[in-house]
């Protein structure tokens, strides 16, 4: 075993220990940590979330324990996971990672708290009544892919003038899917834009993805912002290198990692504000009394490296309107 995995394996195996065996402080109390996504990838977004948490006063290892559970991209692990951290027990569950973690920390538990983050749709998924009035046992930070995909592919045709067809990937696995395909094909009729929806959950339905989508006209796509394809980050990237696919994503990461452009929120900052529900509730608030929040910071990123790579020039007026740029 080389020593790069051995650290892995033993970072990976840590999270999972008794909290008694890494120092938890007896009355202590635990927050789950369930995600539907991989720790690798995640450094940015936990960082966040201790922020929100000491926004509110709590310090882990000083007055709280965080126990992590990741599905790795793998959502099948997501019931097992959550029921491990109900028998901890935990005083609350964080459900990251988007729909998929939501409903798995729901169905796990009518009682314990649960603070979702970057959920996508909530209400029309399913998963809450109200924004106003979540009721229940959860609440937490919502986030509406429908009209920010309608942006993304707006921003694709600004990106590429002549653009006349663009792929849509999507996870058919993940309960938003549907909503966010509607509003995508919505938007491209409204563009004049003819939308090939594409569909992966695993490793080699990307890479059939990819494939298709080389052989489109345009060569262009929209990623959508969901936790599988968080999990495989670095693999869409070169999988968009690879086959010459000018890529849209939805969250910065993304585009620092390699690819093209962005449009969404900022997900660091989702998973603090989140944090801070968690927190207010660990002090006596309800979740049923606290709406449902949405993100108020939105950005753009380009990584001109890329453009160049793949041909493009980006009109100056978008490059003005960027955040962010990469060189």
């Not at 990741?70 to 569950?93: S, Y």
């Not at 009518?110 to 009035?133: C, K, R, Y």
């Not at 990623?223 to 086959?243: C, K, W």
Request: aromatic share 8%; glycine share 10%; charged share 15%.
């Amino acid at each position: 075993m080389q020593r790069r995995d051995f650290i892995t394996l033993l970072g990976g195996a840590a999270a999972g220990w008794p909290l008694a065996a890494r120092g938890q402080q007896p009355g202590m109390p635990v927050i789950g940590f369930l995600s539907s996504r991989s720790p690798g990838e995640s450094a940015g977004v936990v960082a966040a979330f201790r922020q929100g948490l000491g926004e509110t006063g709590f310090v882990e290892g000083h007055n709280l324990a965080i126990a992590f559970r990741w599905a790795e991209g793998r959502f099948d692990r997501l019931p097992a996971l959550a029921a491990e951290l109900v028998g901890l027990p935990a005083a609350l569950l964080f459900s990251a990672g988007g729909p998929p973690t939501a409903f798995a920390a729901q169905a796990a538990t009518p009682t314990i708290p649960i603070v979702f983050s970057a959920v996508a749709d909530p209400v029309e998924i399913g998963l809450i009544p109200s924004l106003n009035q979540p009721g229940g046992n959860i609440t937490g930070m919502a986030l509406f892919n429908a009209p920010l995909a309608e942006k993304r592919i707006e921003l694709t045709k600004e990106l590429m003038p002549s653009v006349r067809v663009i792929g849509y990937l999507l996870n058919p696995s993940n309960q938003a899917s549907q909503t966010e395909s509607k509003g995508a094909l919505a938007a491209g009729r409204a563009l004049g834009i003819e939308l090939h929806v594409l569909h992966a959950s695993s490793e080699s339905e990307l890479e059939t993805a990819f494939a298709d989508v080389a052989k489109l006209s345009s060569r262009a796509l929209v990623v959508s912002g969901e936790p599988f394809f968080d999990s495989q980050r670095e693999r869409i990237v070169a999988l968009s290198a690879r086959y010459g696919v000018a890529a849209v994503y939805t969250f910065r990461e993304s585009v620092l990692a390699g690819g093209l452009m962005s449009y969404g929120t900022d997900l660091p900052d989702s998973y603090r504000q989140a944090a801070t529900y968690a927190g207010r509730i660990l002090k006596g608030e309800k979740p049923a009394n606290l709406p449902v929040m949405q993100p108020t910071k939105f950005e753009l990123i380009i990584n001109l490296k890329t453009a160049k790579a793949l041909g493009l020039t980006v009109p100056p007026l978008l490059l003005a309107r960027a955040d962010e740029v990469i060189e």
